[in-house]
């Protein structure tokens, strides 16, 4: 797309639209949001990014191809959910916390992993539909 507007705006919301979807990551374990939602918020900056100032210039951001984050997401999001079983002995997916306050995280736990996990997976996904489908075209 030949925009200056579109591809001015796309830089300048890539990196704020990422930052928004930490937030959402991190905000998700104590309410409502995490690794799905900001996951689909980091896709769509890099998609705007993608459509205002091409492929090429979105990948070289990237550096890595996207598929590469789907199984780095679920060993995340697996080992999050089975290291109960092997830590404590509790059943699969409970929660484990770290007892101490991390500055500006609070209490972290298993379930903050998780969503991390699923963070990298939704991304993952999403990016590499996407960029197949501008390949192809």
Do not use: Q
Request: proline residues 5%; contains cysteine.
């Amino acid at each position: 797309m030949n925009s200056l507007i579109l591809n001015t705006i796309s830089k300048t919301l890539l990196p704020l639209l990422v930052l928004f979807s930490v937030f959402v990551l991190l905000r998700g374990h104590y309410l409502p949001g995490g690794g799905f939602v900001g996951g689909l918020i980091a896709a769509i900056a890099f998609i705007l990014h993608a459509f205002a100032n091409g492929l090429n210039e979105t990948k070289k951001i990237l550096r890595i191809h996207p598929g590469f984050l789907i199984p780095i997401g679920l060993l995340i999001a697996t080992l999050s959910a089975i290291a109960p079983m092997i830590i404590t002995g509790e059943p699969l997916m409970t929660g484990l916390w770290y007892e101490k306050d991390i500055p500006i995280l609070g209490k972290i736990g298993s379930a903050l992993f998780f969503d991390a996990g699923v963070y990298f997976v939704v991304v993952g996904i999403c990016l590499t539909i996407i960029f197949t489908i501008s390949e192809s075209v």
